[in-house]
T-cell receptor, first 112, second 111 residues
């Protein structure tokens, strides 16, 4: 079945460090890929998305590129801030199916 | 624009008791979802409604879970009777088409 595998956390970085959170997927078709973020006490928010191979999603300094050849969608940010501390979820949807399949989430903590 | 509202935010019950969660989606969103998020895992879809009809409830444990969306707006999710393994955050999301907007969730603890 369809699945998403995320880098296990927790991840702790110093402010202004470079961030990478790995995400790979298995899908029977051609999925759209998403990164969601969950700040403490809040619901999931869509951070960025990419709908086809080689697309790059970006938002708030975060980027992820849809790599079909490696079935990956790694999340990156060049300089993290304390306010980026949250849980990050990679997810996919297959075309024609609105069901989101999530990874297990990666907790990120940024220390000043 | 108001977001997805859920209540209660927290609930503690004993096993074998019943509990109900409420969700008010964003106005005009035809599709509504209920997810279960167990600690340390990603959200798992329980049920999906399109207006007031069920689209997908394949992952809903129907012996104890039920959900309804009367009039195609608000929705309730019920667990009866609860088990220890039902301890989780229950997330509601709504969608006009495509992107899903999530509520803050209800954290359920079953003791």
């Amino acid at each position: 079945g369809d699945s998403v595998t995320q880098m296990e956390g927790p991840v702790t970085l110093s402010e202004e460090a470079f961030l990478t959170i790995n995400c790979t997927y298995t899908a029977t078709g051609y999925p759209s890929l998403f990164w969601y973020v969950q700040y403490p006490g809040e619901g999931l928010q869509l951070l960025l998305k990419a709908t086809k191979a080689d697309d790059k999603g970006s938002n708030k300094g975060f980027e992820a590129t849809y790599r079909k050849e490696t079935t990956s969608f790694h999340l990156e940010k060049g300089s993290v801030q304390v306010s980026d501390s949250a849980v990050y979820f990679c997810a996919l949807i297959l075309f024609g199916n609105e069901k989101l399949t999530f990874g297990t989430g990666t907790r990120l903590t940024i220390i000043p | 624009e108001a977001g997805v509202a859920q209540s209660p935010r927290y609930k503690i019950i004993e096993k074998r008791q019943s509990v109900a969660f409420w969700c008010n989606p964003i106005s005009g969103h035809a599709t509504l979802y209920w997810y279960q998020q167990i600690l340390g895992q990603g959200p798992k879809l329980l049920i999906q409604f399109q207006n007031n009809g069920v689209v997908d409830d394949s992952q809903l444990p129907k012996d104890r879970f039920s959900a309804e969306r009367l009039k195609g707006v608000d929705s309730t999710l019920k667990i009866q009777p609860a088990k220890l393994e039902d301890s989780a955050v229950y997330l509601c999301a709504s969608s006009p088409e495509g992107e899903q907007y999530f509520g803050p969730g209800t954290r359920l603890t079953v003791t």
